[in-house]
């Protein structure tokens, strides 16, 4: 997982494809970020912000009763406990900070799940930026809370709705990359996951990191699997990205009703090439998950790429075992899930039943998120 080559490719996935008015700003992302990564004095203040406002490192938290019950050992990378209850705010912190040293006064985002939307819109009150979120008609109805925390936090919350879509997130991309067009010249595109156009899905892979390589340092060895839930991807790229040169097995867990690294077809939708679903005419289908995260019918090139080569084992899970995941931790250990890591915990429980994982073995799962912003749903679905 080292970096894209020149054209900016994961093997052959990737890329950079713009319109002409957009070239131009994702090359003025590249170099800016290129220089401030390499910039002590910038990797220093965002260091700094990751330790004093999100509150890093995040906790790995040994669940006892719940590997009783699987019989593996259940570690868990508690993202869930970062300012603003997911991982999203590491990578938003990045680009806000290198947004500033671009001398951009506005963050434009899009959200699906409304985390990445409440962590651009924290960044932006932080650092005195203008913010406006574009977010599927339908997940604004799903995810009212964060709606609502996204304008109390200072930001313009922009519903999508398109006649052909279903409202989710790729009517919130398709929104947030038409306002980029108009507003290149004052505003930053900060994008939430390893998606997007070069230099994004390095990028924001570079910026989650963190979780991979804080996880290392805190096993005391290497855990046997490592898992994490995938809809674009940013926290199974950074979780990843500190055990890849290790033996540890990684698996990647979509829903069944998105599952792009398998059911997807070579396509370029968003400015980048990648594993798209789609049908006989090549028309992208909407996904389907009960989490608001992973309903994207695409996934970030580099997980296609890590797929190709062997490295990760990509595999689904359909949202009543979700549900039945989140249960079962959320009962055992206190701790409720995000909807989509309940996907990475539904998979380790149904492995470590059918014996996929060997007793006594030892399993990583990122936590990506708080289960919070979920609570009507799975009320809702759950009785």
């Known amino acids: ?17 713009l319109p002409e008015a957009l070239v131009p700003a994702a090359q003025a992302v590249e170099v800016a970020f290129r220089e401030a990564w390499a910039d002590a004095a910038f990797t220093a203040e965002y260091r700094r912000l990751l330790a004093t406002y999100v509150g890093r ?15 593996v050992r259940v ?40 985390q990445h939307g409440v962590a651009t819109a924290t960044a932006a009150a932080l650092l005195g930026l203008a913010c406006t979120v574009y977010m599927g008609h339908t997940d604004v109805r799903r995810q009212a809370v964060n709606v609502f925390r996204m304008e109390l936090l200072g930001a313009e919350v922009v519903p999508v709705t398109s006649a052909n879509g279903v409202g989710t997130l790729k009517e919130a991309t398709n929104g947030a990359l038409r306002a980029w067009v108009n507003e290149t010249d004052h505003a ?19 910026f989650q990191r963190v979780i991979g390589d804080e996880a290392r340092a805190q096993c005391a060895e290497v855990p046997d699997v490592v898992v994490a839930c995938v809809g674009g991807g940013s926290n199974a790229a950074g979780t990843f990205a500190g055990f890849v040169d290790t033996p540890a097995r990684l698996v990647g867990v979509e829903a ?17 090439m990648s594993h798209f679903l789609q049908d006989d005419d090549s028309q992208v289908l909407e996904a389907h998950s009960i989490s608001a995260g992973l309903d994207y019918p695409g996934v970030g090139p580099e997980h296609v790429h890590l797929a190709e080569t062997g490295r990760v084992r990509y595999t689904s899970v359909t949202d009543e075992q979700a549900l039945r995941a989140l249960k079962l931790v959320t009962r055992t250990e206190g701790i409720l899930p995000a909807l989509e890591s309940a996907h990475a915990l539904a998979w380790v ?35």
């Open 1 to 17: 997982m080292r970096a894209p080559d020149a054209a900016g490719r994961f093997g052959r996935f990737g890329g950079r494809y």
């Open 75 to 114: 570690l868990l990378k508690r993202e869930d406990l970062a300012h603003t209850g997911s991982h999203k705010i590491n990578n938003v912190l990045g680009q806000a900070l290198l947004a500033r040293r671009m001398g951009k006064r506005k963050l434009i985002a899009e959200t699906g799940a409304g």
């Open 188 to 206: 930053h595109y900060c994008i939430g996951s390893t998606m997007g156009p070069h230099p994004y899905p390095w990028m924001v892979r570079e």
């Open 349 to 383: 429980v149904d492995a470590a039943a059918t014996g996929e994982l060997a007793a006594g073995s030892t399993v990583l799962v990122t936590l990506s998120g708080r289960g919070d912003k979920d609570i009507q749903q799975i009320r809702e679905h759950l009785g």
């Open 256 to 272: 069944a009703g998105g599952a792009a690294v398998d059911k997807g077809k070579p396509g370029v939708l968003h400015g980048f």
């Open 57 to 71: 490192p995040t906790p790995l938290t040994e669940c006892v009763r719940l590997s009783e019950r699987l019989g």
